[in-house]
């Protein structure tokens, strides 16, 4: 983010660490499976376009949370959810998955915003 105003990115690296922006995540997290379970039994997915971005590359937060694990199993973790994220976008009938270099999963808004923004220009016909 270094080349983010200022105005906005030293806010946002003092929310980023502080304790009620840890404790939100932690949150998040106790919830998943119920999100998970939600999720399944939502019905089918909304004739919608729909545009899933999927990182490529294995951002420096996945790297230490992932200590001593191999870089291929990182890789095929990877891989992995771009077959998931594929299948999800095909099936629905105006479903695209967008392979997005230069960013890990939990970087793809910080790293690569161009490539959100071209997904919502996308998606509003722009």
Do not use: C
Not at 69 to 95: F, M, N, Q
């Amino acid at each position: 983010m270094t080349d983010w105003p200022e105005e906005v990115r030293e806010p946002l690296i003092e929310r980023r660490v502080s304790p009620e922006w840890l404790r939100a995540g932690i949150q998040e997290v106790k919830n998943i499976d119920q999100l998970y379970d939600e999720i399944r039994h939502a019905g089918p997915m909304p004739d919608v376009p729909l545009i899933v971005l999927t990182a490529t590359d294995i951002d420096a937060f996945k790297k230490a949370v992932s200590a001593g694990e191999s870089e291929s199993l990182l890789r095929e973790e990877i891989d992995g959810k771009r077959r998931l994220y594929t299948a999800l976008a095909k099936s629905v009938p105006r479903g695209e998955n967008r392979l997005i270099d230069g960013a890990g999963h939990a970087t793809i808004h910080w790293r690569r915003p161009d490539a959100v923004l071209q997904a919502n220009q996308d998606l509003l016909g722009r």
